[in-house]
Each structure stands twice: as C-alpha cells, then as structure tokens.
C-alpha cells in the first residue's frame, strides 16, 4: 500500500468503542485499581504509608509526562505506532511493578506503567477527533467518557475482589494489568487500522513539536476551553480527596453509605456526559456548556455555603450531585469543543487537555485537608476553580463554534 488512502482506513464503530474503551480504562485502572492493596504493600516492603502513597504521585507524574510526549509524537507518524509501543511497554512495566523487590524499585516501575498508559488517554480522543466531525464527534466521545466515568468507580472493586481470591496478594492484581496491556496490544494490533492519514501529519522534529505548542497555547479559543475543563475538572479532584473525609468524619456516615453516595455522584457524571452526546450541533453542544458552567458555579457556591453554615446532609448530597452532573457535561463539552478544529494536531491538543487537569488536580487535592474540622476547605476549592473555568469559558472560548477542520 502506498498512497495515504490505502495505509488509513475508517474502523468500524464497534471495533472502536472496544479499543478505544479499553484504552480509556488504563489510566483509571492504573491509579485506582491498586488502592485496596496499599496496607499490603507497605507491610511487604516494610515501608512507610507516605512511601506506599508516592507510587501513586510517580504514576501520575507518568500519566501528565507521557501525554505531552507522546501526544505530538503521534501527530508525526500516526496512531497506531505509538499505540502498539506503548502498549507493550505498558505490559512490561506492569510485570516491573509485579515482581518488584523494593519500594524504591515499584515507585519507579510505577512511573513508567503511568507514562506509558497515558497513551491510551491521549491517543483515544485523538482517534475519535481524526474518525469523527460535529455531531458524531459529540456522541461518540461521549460514550468514551462514560466508561472513563465508570471505570474508576470499578477498578476499587475489581482490585478488592481480586484480593479476595485465594493465594492471591497485591502482586496478583499487577500480574492482572500485565494481561490487560497484552489484551489491548492485541486487539490494537489486529483491529485498529491507522486513523491520520499521511497528507495530515506534522513534521517530526523538535522545533516543530515546539510550534505545534505554541500555536496551541497562543490559539484563545482553544485556551479558554483548555483552562474552562483544566480548572473545573481539576478542581474536582478536591471532591475525590475531600468527600471521604467530609461525609465520614463530619456527618459519620458509615462506610458503606459513603460507597453508595459516591456511586450515586459517579452516575450523575455519567448522566452529564449522556447529556451532552444528544446536544445535536456543535453550537448547541457549546450552549449547553455555557449553562453548565454557570450552574456548576452555582452549586459550587451552595456546597460552600452548608460548609459554613454546616447544613444538613441531604442538602450537600443535592448540591454535589448537580456540581458532578455539570462536570459530566463540561468535561464532555469542552473536550469536543477544543480538539474540534485541531485535526492535523489533534494529539498535541488532546495532551494538553489531558495533563493541564492533572496539574490543577494535583494542586488542589491536597488543599482540602487544611481543616480536620469543616468540608469548606473543599467548597473553597470547588468555588473558586470554577469561578476561574466561569471566567475561561465566558472571556476566552468562542461564543459561536465555528467549522471544523479536517
């Protein structure tokens, strides 16, 4: 095959919500499914639980490094090259993680099984950006952000339950994700056909990775849709790392209630995300976000006030279902909206996107612990990230989403 039309060639949808949805659940699988296994883990390697905790700062450390670099890497010689690389070496760093002597040794293979799963993260939207326009663009990513709702909800589950079967230890679920990445190799290498076609691709080098960035980070429509879902998904993670602490310790919910409230948010997220799949138009696609983003701020607001006031439960549990349906809907919205005329540089985007909300997560997560005593740390968190996303998405993104381009 020689010309660009016969090395690229349209999947099928079905292969694609396979591979792509696969490829989605890596990172969640990668940072959640482990969680159960952090006692064991510490007592095997006689560690501290701080040095049990920095594998998961090192894997998500990966995750942010590997987009950027693998993101322009794939908008220079395609997606299915890097796709199988990574692949393999997501299997292999999962093995390294599996029969790891130290913790010195797993934090560092943890590093690389998050750099290398952040392939599937970048690479599955900018699949879905080179195979779909418009409205098919909308409805199809929003399907993949539904599993990437409901995946990290799962992957806890999956790894207690792994747990629970006979002889098995916290090794036994990386042994799982060594299967996983050879699962996905397989099916990447046998049912994904290259997406961006020849005639598409940047110049592979270093200066032209570097104009690829700055004609992104210079572009304000893409900016401001970058910093909308940066700053308000980021902020988000606030409520991961805040609501344990805050229904558990403040309002004594039980355990098992919080697992159920969570779930109850997890598919209020996922409802936000069904929500902006059946937007019609892009235009409508992005009045649809505009209105979320301003109820997102309302809520915001109303979580912070029961903090002060320390209002009852019923009424934080009403006011963090909204905040998460509205996250469903932006977190959508405006990944669709930004990588909409980024075609020919649709991975470079997609690894800003990506690693921008790890940055602002990985700030603001940790300011929610400043009270042991009030959830209005986490409200301020919650309030003022999307105060800034309300100012991106208002001052900075179009008011009119125009063509797309190819």
């Keep these: 095959m020689t010309d ?6 349209r999947p099928a949808q079905r292969d694609l919500i396979i591979i792509l949805g696969l490829l989605t659940c890596l990172g969640p699988l990668n940072i959640d499914m482990y969680l159960p296994g952090f006692p064991n883990i510490g007592h095997d390697f006689q560690t501290s639980e701080t040095a049990v905790q920095f594998s998961l700062t090192s894997t998500l450390i990966g995750l942010a490094v590997g987009q950027l670099m693998v993101g322009p890497f794939s908008d220079s010689r395609g997606r299915k090259i890097p796709l199988l690389g990574a692949m393999a070496l997501f299997a292999l760093s999962s093995l390294f993680c599996a029969v790891s002597s130290s913790i010195t040794t797993f934090i560092i293979a943890r590093f690389l099984q998050g750099l290398t799963a952040s392939a599937g993260l970048v690479l599955s939207r900018a699949v ?3 195979v779909f326009n418009g409205p098919e663009l909308a409805r199809f990513f929003s399907r993949l952000m539904i599993i990437n709702a409901v995946a990290p909800m799962v992957a806890p589950m999956l790894g207690g339950a792994i747990l629970a079967l006979p002889s098995a230890t916290w090794r036994t679920m990386f042994w799982f994700l060594t299967g996983v990445g050879v699962l996905a190799l397989g099916l990447v290498a046998a049912r994904l056909t290259e997406t961006l076609e020849l005639h598409r691709r940047l110049p592979n080098s270093a200066r032209a990775t570097m104009e690829t ?3 992104l ?4 429509e893409f900016i401001g849709y970058a910093l909308t879902v940066g700053l308000i998904h980021g902020g988000s993670f606030a ?15 039980t355990p098992q209630t919080f697992s159920i409230l969570f779930g109850i948010n997890g598919l209020a997220l996922v409802g936000g995300s069904w929500l902006i799949g059946r937007a019609g138009s892009m235009a409508r696609t992005n009045t649809f976000l505009r209105a979320s983003v301003i109820c997102i701020t309302v809520a915001a607001a109303l979580i912070t006030l029961i903090a002060v006031f320390k209002g009852p439960l019923f009424l934080l549990v009403a006011a963090i279902f909204l905040y998460m349906t509205c996250i469903g809907m932006i977190l959508t919205a ?9 075609g020919h540089r649709a991975g470079s985007a997609s690894a800003i996107l990506g690693s921008l909300n790890l940055l602002v997560g990985g700030v603001a997560a940790p300011l929610v612990g400043l009270s042991k005593t009030s959830a209005l740390p986490m409200g301020l968190v ?5 105060l800034a996303g309300l100012f991106a998405c208002f ?3 179009s008011r009119h989403q125009g063509e797309v381009t190819p």
């Design 128 to 130: 879905v950006r080179d």
């Design 382 to 386: 919650l309030l003022l990230t999307s």
């Design 4 to 9: 660009a039309s016969a090395e690229t060639a």
């Design 334 to 342: 405006t990944f669709v909206l930004a990588i909409a005329k980024q």
């Design 217 to 220: 980070l210079t572009d304000r």
């Design 213 to 215: 960035f700055h004609s």
């Design 395 to 397: 001052r900075l993104a």
């Design 239 to 253: 409520y991961v790392a805040g609501t344990p602490f805050v229904y558990q310790d403040i309002y004594g919910v």
